[in-house]
């Protein structure tokens, strides 16, 4: 069970995971997993459940609508089922490759260099 809604539990590939990201493209797992193996944990990518598509009736005499594919996304967590995403990144605890703290852009990928030593509200 989790605490808040921001500290979620799944099991990814038959691990209980604590879930960092859910339904992110692949390049954004990747990006994630680079930056949370960087600070020590053990990541598990697993495929997301396809979301539920809703069938909208169609007039009688219209042609049938082809639904649309969606893009394949995943789910990324760690191990460690302690860890909590926000908690992690409010309190300045995880850390780039060069060292730096990751802030809230580098984590969202607004930024390619974590500016940490610029407060954010001179920004």
């Known amino acids: 069970m989790a605490l808040t809604k921001y500290h979620i539990h799944e099991e990814i590939d038959g ?8 339904n ?6 990747s990006f994630l997993k680079d ?15 396809p979301p539920k598509a809703i069938a909208k009736p169609a007039a009688p ?5 082809e639904a649309e594919v969606p893009p394949e996304t995943y789910t990324v967590g760690v191990t460690d089922i302690v860890f909590n995403p926000i908690h992690s990144l409010y309190s300045r605890e995880l ?4 060292g730096h703290v990751v802030t809230v852009a580098y984590w969202l990928q607004k930024d390619a260099v974590s500016h940490d030593d610029v407060p954010y509200y001179q920004r």
């Open 35 to 49: 930056l949370l193996e960087t600070n020590g944990f053990e990541v598990k990518i697993g495929i997301s459940a």
């Open 61 to 65: 005499d219209a042609e049938p609508i």
């Open 95 to 98: 850390k780039t490759k060069h």
């Open 15 to 22: 691990t209980k995971c604590s879930i960092a990201e859910k």
């Open 24 to 29: 992110c493209s692949k390049e954004r797992a």
